[in-house]
C-alpha cells in the first residue's frame, strides 16, 4: 500500500511569504506527527494529532506555525511570514494508535527561505 | 523525558558486525525502545522495537540488559548500503500521557560502512 506522502517535496519562498506544507498520512491511521529537520541535525517535534484534534502542540517554535488536520487524514502545516531560520525538511509520519506502534514517516518537504 | 546518549558516528567495514549502544538512564515503565535508520533525502524508517531482553528480526538484533537504561542495535554482516544515521527513540504511546514530545528524537550514529 501506498506510504506517507508529502508535497511539495521541495519548496522555495522568499522571506516573508506564506507557505503551506501538505502530508497524506497512510490509511487507517489515527496518528500524525510533524518534524523538523535542519541540515545535519536531529529531528524537531513539532506537533502531534490525534484524529483531528492536537493534544500536543508544544513543539511549534512559534505563532507563525500552525497545523490542521482534517477528517483525520490529511494533515497541512502552515508557516506564516517565512524567515530564513525556517529553511529546513519537514517531515511528518503517522502510525496506529495504541501499542507503541512504530512511526512511518514521509520522506519530508525541504523548506529554502531566501 | 527519557534523554538519549548515542556515539555520533561509527565506521565499519563491510561484513562485520556493527553494535550500536543508546544509553537511557531515566527511561520510565511504560517506555519502548525503538530504533530508526535515515538515509540522506529520506524520511527516517522503522528497524526494530523492543521493550526488554532481545528482539531479533530480518533486519537487525535489539539487546535491553535487565536495568533496561542502555539498549544495543546489532547488525550482522553490514554492507556499504547499510550506511545511514540510527537513532535510537524512547518514548511511551502518546495516547496514554497526551504529550507526544517524549517521541523526541535524538541526534543519532552515522555509521559509515567501509570497502
Known amino acids: 500500500g501506498a506510504g506517507v506522502s508529502q508535497s511539495p517535496s521541495n519548496k522555495v519562498t522568499e522571506k516573508g511569504k506564506d507557505v503551506e506544507l501538505r502530508c497524506d498520512p497512510i490509511?487507517?491511521?489515527?496518528?500524525l506527527y510533524w518534524y523538523r529537520q535542519s541540515l545535519g541535525q536531529g529531528l524537531e517535534f513539532l506537533i502531534y494529532f490525534q484524529g483531528n484534534s492536537a493534544p500536543d502542540k508544544s513543539g511549534l517554535p512559534s505563532d507563525r506555525f500552525s497545523a490542521e488536520r482534517t477528517g483525520g487524514s490529511v494533515s497541512t502545516l502552515t508557516i506564516q511570514r517565512t524567515q530564513q531560520e525556517d529553511s529546513a525538511v519537514y517531515l511528518c509520519a503517522s502510525s496506529f494508535a495504541g501499542g507503541n506502534s512504530p512511526l512511518h514517516f514521509g520522506n519530508g518537504t525541504r523548506l529554502t527561505v531566501t | 523525558l527519557a534523554k538519549t546518549t548515542q556515539p555520533i558516528s561509527m565506521d565499519s567495514y563491510e561484513g562485520q558486525e556493527v553494535n550500536i549502544t543508546c544509553s537511557h538512564n531515566?527511561?520510565?515503565?511504560?517506555?519502548?525502545i525503538t530504533w530508526y535508520q535515515q538515509f540522506p533525502s529520506q524520511g527516517p524508517r522503522f528497524i526494530i522495537q523492543g521493550y526488554k531482553t532481545k528482539v531479533t528480526n530480518e533486519v537487525a538484533s535489539l539487546f535491553i540488559p535487565a536495568d533496561r537504561k542502555s539498549s544495543t542495535l546489532s547488525l550482522p554482516r553490514v554492507s556499504l548500503s547499510d550506511t545511514a544515521v540510527y537513532y535510537c527513540l524512547v518514548g511511551d504511546e502518546p495516547i496514554s500521557s497526551g504529550s507526544a514530545r517524549q517521541l523526541t528524537f535524538g541526534s543519532g550514529t552515522q555509521l559509515t560502512v567501509l570497502p
Open positions: 490509511s487507517g491511521h489515527t496518528a
Open positions: 531515566n527511561i520510565a515503565t511504560n517506555d519502548y
